[in-house]
């Protein structure tokens, strides 16, 4: 079971990871938020992106998936108290 656990995560699990993250930060409806959450997911894979060794890799992609899980939650509380106003900067998008 621990050699499973230390195994690498394949290139194509670590690109379908980040595409759920992305996913998800783009369902948050405030504007400042949803770009944290596209930002910082993104700064955090190119920051993993050059672990050589599986231990670390795999430890980094089950930080991610744990994260996603909290951004997902996060998502969900957040839509329940979210405010009705856009930001100014959604408004000058349109």
């Known amino acids: 079971m621990a050699a499973a ?5 394949s290139k194509a699990q670590v690109l379908s990871l980040f ?6 930060g783009r ?12 930002r910082r997911a993104a ?9 050589a060794d599986a231990p670390a890799a795999a430890a980094a992609f089950a930080d991610g998936k ?3 899980e909290v951004a997902k ?3 969900l509380v957040y839509s329940l108290y979210a405010p009705k106003a856009k930001s ?3 408004m000058k998008i349109q």
Request: no cysteine.
């Open 66 to 68: 744990q994260q996603l």
């Open 43 to 51: 700064d955090a894979f190119r920051d993993n992106r050059a672990l």
């Open 27 to 38: 369902k948050f409806s405030d504007y400042n938020i949803r770009e944290y959450t596209v």
């Open 5 to 9: 656990a230390a195994a690498a995560p």
């Open 88 to 90: 100014v900067v959604e």
């Open 73 to 75: 939650r996060q998502v």
């Open 19 to 24: 595409r759920a993250f992305l996913r998800t």
